[in-house]
């Protein structure tokens, strides 16, 4: 009798322990937070260096050279999923500004705008000193660069006369950054990659705009997540 009474007594504490200790755990959970735990979105903007030398007539005699040089700006949203790893989406544009042709009995003008569409990964070899403001990273990813082109033609009855023509490229982009969390909502970036685009056929007259960018950033640290 005194065993069955043991018995029972044993399961209620047990009973109680095993539906009061879900809440107590909640209560006492630990929310992991910093910068290695939150999500970063913004607007970064700088220069986008110009490498491809490859110059298509594209039918005029005398093509203009690209610029060495075109200013660069992007939307950015990097997701944290890993306090060692974020997954980025960026979407940014390029412009070549006018550029002309000389076909000896007419001059033509061209615009060529390139917006590059990538996915990449961010790894942050030193995530584990998580009380730095400072994070550098690692960049590696891929996507699609789309390119526009307005030609204009004002030799065309008098008006001028617009020749759209657009092209897409399949790319990758590799480069290095660093984040800085200036404050527990606002963070600074400084970034840099490498992106190859070389279309199939001339774009206002070129192939190759493949380049590397150097740019700055400013955005939003979104709420840390629990764990």
Same mark, same amino acid.
């Given at each position: 009798?005194?065993?069955?009474?043991?018995? +029972?007594?044993? !399961?209620?504490?047990?009973?109680?322990?095993?539906?009061?200790?879900? &809440?107590?755990?909640? *209560?006492?959970?630990?929310?992991?937070? #910093?910068?290695?735990?939150? %999500?970063? &979105? #913004?607007?970064?903007?700088?220069?986008?260096?110009?490498?491809?030398?490859?110059?298509?007539?594209?039918?005029?005699?005398?093509?203009?050279?690209?610029?060495?040089?075109?200013?660069? !700006?992007?939307?950015?949203?990097?997701?944290?999923?890993?306090?060692?790893?974020? &997954?980025?989406?960026?979407? !940014?544009?390029?412009?070549?500004?006018?550029?002309?042709?000389?076909?000896?009995? *007419?001059?033509?003008?061209?615009?060529?705008? +390139?917006?590059?569409?990538?996915?990449?990964?961010?790894?942050?070899?030193?995530?584990?000193?998580?009380? %730095?403001?400072?994070?550098?990273?690692?960049? *590696?990813?891929?996507?699609?660069?789309?390119?526009?082109?307005?030609?204009?033609?004002?030799?065309?009855?008098?008006?001028?006369?617009?020749?759209?023509?657009?092209?897409?490229?399949?790319?990758?982009?590799?480069?290095?950054?660093?984040?800085?969390?200036?404050?527990?909502?606002?963070?600074?970036?400084?970034?840099?990659?490498?992106?190859?685009?070389?279309?199939?056929?001339?774009? &206002?007259?070129?192939?190759?705009?493949?380049?590397?960018?150097? +740019?700055?950033?400013?955005?939003?640290?979104?709420?840390?997540?629990?764990?």
């Amino acid at each position: 009798m005194k065993r069955q009474a043991n018995a +029972v007594v044993a !399961g209620l504490f047990l009973f109680v322990a095993l539906s009061v200790f879900p &809440a107590f755990a909640e *209560a006492i959970e630990i929310t992991k937070t #910093g910068f290695g735990y939150s %999500h970063f &979105a #913004g607007a970064r903007f700088g220069a986008w260096a110009m490498l491809g030398d490859e110059t298509v007539t594209d039918g005029v005699s005398q093509p203009v050279e690209l610029s060495a040089g075109a200013l660069y !700006g992007e939307f950015f949203y990097a997701h944290r999923v890993h306090p060692m790893i974020s &997954a980025e989406i960026s979407i !940014g544009v390029f412009s070549q500004g006018d550029i002309t042709y000389d076909a000896g009995s *007419a001059v033509y003008y061209y615009g060529a705008k +390139v917006y590059p569409i990538l996915i990449s990964a961010k790894f942050y070899p030193f995530s584990a000193n998580t009380g %730095h403001s400072m994070h550098p990273y690692l960049r *590696a990813g891929g996507g699609v660069a789309y390119g526009t082109r307005d030609a204009i033609d004002p030799y065309y009855y008098g008006y001028d006369y617009f020749i759209e023509d657009t092209e897409t490229k399949f790319t990758y982009a590799v480069g290095a950054g660093v984040d800085w969390a200036v404050a527990s909502q606002i963070g600074l970036n400084l970034d840099f990659k490498y992106v190859p685009i070389k279309f199939g056929k001339p774009l &206002a007259g070129f192939k190759d705009y493949s380049g590397w960018q150097l +740019v700055f950033g400013v955005g939003y640290i979104f709420q840390s997540k629990k764990h």
